[in-house]
């Protein structure tokens, strides 16, 4: 039994060692497959310049794009001939005479280097230095409305030659690998490079079909929500370049909205509630069309207690209250009003809101930008007696409390939270915010715009008449201000006075009172007077005659 064992044991053996070769030998044919394959598309896609050039100048170029993905020598080495392909290009055409002249060698090289950049796009996006060398190839690449595809049939029909696009071709090339690129960090550089650098409408919507399937994708990745922005943006001035133009533009367009915000509008919610694609969609409120702006906007609107609780989609909301003007729907000439309707959602729920850490910042940013009267019903709720004692000791919520206190429309409004303040002093005492609120009442209550708000339209103040030496009072009750006239009826100096009992006017006017123990303000300077101070050196006010100034005069 022992040596029938054994003999199982290494039949076993034998057949996986059988099994492990026959799978080396299955990945080398689908590798071999795959160069193959790879191949016979490079040729079909090699420019009609390049056919007549030696293997051994593709083979160099090809190595030197190979090894500027390697290290530093060789990127310089690449980019050194990519400025060679850039003199080039802006070199005078050769007359073919000379084939091998330099300045014929010269214009085969830039089709020699687009073509191993091109079939090498996604491995070199996504490497650091060939990611470097593709940011400078792609300004090179020539813009057009037709793609090889559409090139290639045009010339097998003896078609009219149109205006071909390497950026086109690029995106054909790239296929499914865009989007892979446009999540990688290196690869989203160039990916914004190529989306900054279309101009037709057939190549926007060759970038936008690239990436249809993966919209939201790219907008809650931290780097293909850069490249999906950058797209967004060219799209949009695109489109503001060409409206009112012919039918085909503008089914271009709706083709390349459509695929770009479509999607957004039905995944507004849960892009609202990423990182990232809470930024995506408030590029949305600024640069969507119609129909998909207001479907955006109306679901953001109708989610707004979901948002206002959402670490990121917090940030939708108070961008709504801080850019009104800027995300108004096209076409609609009546000044939106955003701030009543995300308040509108959130009544009967401002105090239980407030005590959130990200909802707390919408209600104080409401707080801010609403009219008077949507403000009073949220200070209604917040000094209700059940939740106020609560609100101003939790950590959030007495921000909400101090930012309802400074904007306070009106003095009715003030003295409504600090009446409901005020008997839970002790409760302030013992909270480590209490201290911050009491400022703001003192604050506010020491404001002139509310304890005085037409104080600079006050009534006359008394004047005095100057007879002489002598002062002839002729008083109001409430003394505040002293104005001189000088004998032919023309106004001096007004004369402020603090702290001064209009029941004894008589007395301050005495000049030894005055010194001695009054304080007042004299030409809006204080100053203090002790009892039982030495007499102060004697000294008679001169009000000139025909002059609108004292001169005080010192014996």
């Given amino acids: 039994m022992s040596s029938d064992e054994e003999s199982l044991t290494a039949l076993?053996?034998?057949?996986?060692?059988?099994?492990?070769?026959?799978?080396?030998?299955?990945?080398?044919?689908r590798i071999l497959e795959s160069r193959i394959h790879?191949?016979?598309?490079?040729?079909?896609?090699?420019?009609?310049?390049?056919?007549?050039?030696?293997?051994?100048?593709?083979?160099?170029?090809?190595?030197?794009?190979?090894?500027?993905?390697?290290?530093?020598?060789?990127?310089?080495?690449?980019?050194?001939?990519?400025?060679?392909?850039?003199?080039?290009?802006?070199?005078?055409?050769?007359?073919?005479?000379?084939?091998h002249s330099p300045s014929s060698q010269k214009q085969l090289i830039r089709p020699l280097v687009i073509k191993e950049c091109m079939e090498r796009a996604?491995?070199?996006?996504?490497?650091?230095?060939?990611?470097?060398?593709?940011?400078?190839?792609?300004?090179?690449?020539?813009?057009?409305?037709?793609?090889?595809a559409s090139q290639r049939q045009a010339t097998d029909a003896s078609a009219a030659p149109a205006e071909y696009s390497e950026y086109m071709q690029l995106i054909e090339i790239l296929g499914k690998d865009l989007v892979i690129m446009c999540c990688n960090t290196n690869g989203a550089r160039v990916a914004q490079k190529i989306a900054d650098s279309l101009k037709h409408l057939e190549?926007?919507?060759?970038?936008?079909?690239?990436?249809?399937?993966?919209?939201?994708?790219?907008a809650t990745d931290i780097n293909g929500n850069h490249t999906l922005s950058k797209f967004m943006l060219c799209e949009r001035s695109k489109r503001l370049s060409v409206q009112g133009s012919n039918e085909y533009e503008r089914q271009q367009l709706e083709q390349i909205e459509k695929q770009i915000y479509d999607v957004l509008s039905k995944e507004c919610i849960s892009v609202c509630r990423n990182r990232q694609g809470c930024c995506i969609i408030q590029k949305c409120l600024q640069w969507a069309p119609e129909p998909y702006h207001s479907q955006i906007l109306n679901t953001v609107l109708s989610s707004v207690l979901k948002l206002v609780q959402d670490p990121f989609g917090n940030y939708v909301i108070q961008f709504i209250l801080e850019r009104q003007?800027?995300?108004?729907?096209?076409?609609?000439?009546?000044?939106?009003?955003?701030?009543?309707?995300?308040?509108?959602?959130?009544?009967?729920?401002?105090?239980?809101?407030?005590?959130?850490?990200?909802?707390?910042?919408?209600?104080?940013k409401c707080l801010k930008a609403a009219h008077s009267d949507v403000k009073q019903l949220m200070v209604d709720e917040l000094t209700e007696p059940q939740v106020l004692p609560k609100l101003l000791t939790d950590s959030y919520a007495n921000y909400v409390i101090q930012t309802a206190i400074a904007t306070a429309s009106d003095e009715a409004q003030y003295n409504q939270l600090r009446d409901a303040i005020m008997p839970l002093q002790s409760l302030l005492?013992?909270?480590?915010?209490?201290?911050?609120?009491?400022?703001?009442?003192?604050?506010?209550?020491?404001?002139?715009?509310?304890?005085?708000?037409?104080?600079?339209?006050?009534?006359?103040?008394?004047?005095?008449s100057v007879e002489g030496d002598i002062l002839n009072p002729q008083f109001m009750p409430n003394l505040t201000t002293l104005q001189m006239v000088s004998r032919d009826g023309s106004m001096g100096q007004t004369?402020?006075?603090?702290?001064?009992?209009?029941?004894?006017?008589?007395?301050?006017?005495?000049?030894?009172?005055?010194?001695?123990s009054v304080p007042f303000v004299l030409q809006g300077q204080q100053m203090l007077g002790m009892h039982n101070a030495p007499q102060p050196q004697p000294f008679a006010v001169n009000v000139m005659h025909n002059s609108d100034t004292l001169q005080p005069e010192y014996n």
């Fill in 12 to 29: 076993y053996a034998k057949r996986q060692e059988i099994l492990k070769q026959l799978a080396d030998v299955d990945t080398s044919i």
């Fill in 38 to 99: 790879d191949q016979s598309n490079a040729s079909q896609r090699v420019p009609s310049s390049v056919s007549g050039t030696s293997n051994a100048e593709t083979d160099k170029v090809a190595q030197i794009v190979l090894n500027s993905m390697q290290d530093a020598n060789g990127l310089r080495e690449a980019l050194r001939l990519v400025e060679l392909c850039r003199v080039s290009v802006s070199a005078p055409p050769s007359d073919g005479s000379n084939p």
């Fill in 122 to 148: 996604s491995d070199l996006s996504m490497n650091a230095n060939g990611s470097e060398l593709m940011l400078h190839v792609v300004p090179l690449l020539s813009n057009g409305a037709v793609s090889a």
């Fill in 203 to 218: 190549e926007f919507h060759c970038f936008s079909k690239a990436v249809s399937s993966s919209v939201v994708t790219l």
């Fill in 325 to 364: 003007d800027d995300i108004a729907c096209p076409g609609n000439a009546e000044k939106p009003n955003y701030t009543n309707e995300i308040i509108r959602y959130m009544l009967h729920h401002v105090a239980e809101l407030s005590c959130n850490k990200f909802s707390s910042n919408v209600i104080e």
């Fill in 429 to 464: 005492k013992n909270s480590p915010y209490g201290v911050k609120i009491e400022n703001k009442l003192a604050r506010r209550h020491r404001d002139p715009s509310i304890r005085h708000p037409k104080k600079r339209n006050a009534p006359n103040a008394t004047k005095f």
């Fill in 495 to 516: 004369v402020a006075l603090t702290n001064i009992n209009s029941n004894d006017v008589s007395s301050f006017l005495n000049p030894q009172h005055m010194m001695n």
